[in-house]
């Protein structure tokens, strides 16, 4: 069955002269506009396109693939807005539509919103900017240290919170985070922890000691291009470990106890001395 603002794989059931028309099963034909049918495509070639609702509503078919399907979040643009609610830039040719009642604050053209694509009850691609109702609450399938994609919401004053995998809502902590994000990102993150609540925090590194061996060889890199000494020891500032070196004074500890334990470096008053 055609699934609608998802990505499908239908076999070629005719050309025409402005492009070929697939099989769309029960929907029936879906057109693949000639501009977008692929050089030596045959009838009974089997193409992967996404599927989608034109101006009039008949089915479309594209090669190209939106910023987002049905099922996923996003932050977009915004732009044009009228009477019944705003339109997002979402990378095709017909604006995606997200409706007033849909929407968190009024919006103008050249905002951005973070949103969730849906099938309205009109069987159309929407969105909505109330993104929470379509999180899921009880995560079991998430382990520390796993990796994910993240999509940043906002910024507060614990962190910023974000969207794990499309699926769970999960928060970046200020204290977890040693270089800049804004809200609307996409980035690649682990699980830090998930707790029995099911509150997840993520982080930008994976957490724990697989952090420790890039970290290592930068502070080895460091010590060989200042002559085999750097004054931060332990002990010392956590402004001036992140000023450094990118990261947390616990990290820098765990690379430092790591290269002592190799052999690599000691430790005195002055700082960190590379050895041999």
Known sequence: MIEIGKLNRLKVMREVPFGVYLDGGEAGGVLLPKREVPEGCRIGDRLQVFVYLDSDDFLVASTAKPKAMVGEFANLKVTDVNKVGAFLDWGMPKELFL???EQLRPLKPGDWCTVYLYIDNTDRIAASAKTDRFL?????????????????LRRTDLGYPVIIDHRYPGLLHHQDLFRDVRPGQKLSGFIKQVTPE???????????????DPLAQKILDYLDAHGGHCPLGDKSDPDAIRDAFGVSKKAYKMALGSLMKEGKIRQDEQGIHLIG
């Open 198 to 212: 099911g509150k997840i925090d993520v982080m930008l590194d994976k957490p724990g000691y697989a952090r420790v």
């Open 136 to 152: 899921e609450k009880s995560p079991t399938d998430l382990q520390v240290g796993q990796l994910v994609e993240l999509l940043v």
């Open 99 to 101: 409706p007033y009642g």
